[in-house]
């Protein structure tokens, strides 16, 4: 069974940095990408970054520069690291696996954590 263990959330000033963890109970090669997402209440869930098997990156224009997402395929984990955070980035990420070998449509969630960026 998939699943998608997030860590690493908590409360940061501006201008701090987290590292958040993404945890697969699979090999993460099973996967075609896996990305970070970001929710805010009222708002659209928008896509932060993304990794595909081959370890192609991509990210959302906001967070160039600061962000970089990585993966340790010993450890079927993939990170999110965050620097110079801001209080409107304020909400709760989630982990994403889409693509896996035996099911390709279904999209696989984590439980989200939370990141508090206060002025």
């Known amino acids: 069974q998939v699943q998608l263990v997030e860590s690493g959330g908590g409360l940061v000033q501006a201008g701090g940095s987290l590292r958040l963890s993404c945890a697969a109970s699979v090999n993460i090669f099973r996967f075609n990408a896996i990305n970070w997402y970001r929710q805010t209440p009222g708002k659209q869930r928008e896509m932060v970054a993304g990794?595909?098997?081959?370890?192609?990156?991509n990210y959302a224009d906001s967070v160039k520069g600061r962000f970089t997402i990585s993966r340790d395929t010993a450890k079927n984990t993939v990170y999110l690291q965050m620097n110079r955070l801001k209080p409107e980035e304020t909400t709760v990420y989630y982990c994403?696996?889409?693509?896996?070998?035996?099911?390709?449509?279904?999209?696989?969630w984590g439980q989200g954590t939370q990141v508090t960026v206060s002025s």
């Open positions: 994403n696996a889409v693509g896996y070998t035996d099911s390709p449509l279904t999209p696989y």
């Open positions: 990794i595909t098997s081959s370890g192609r990156t």
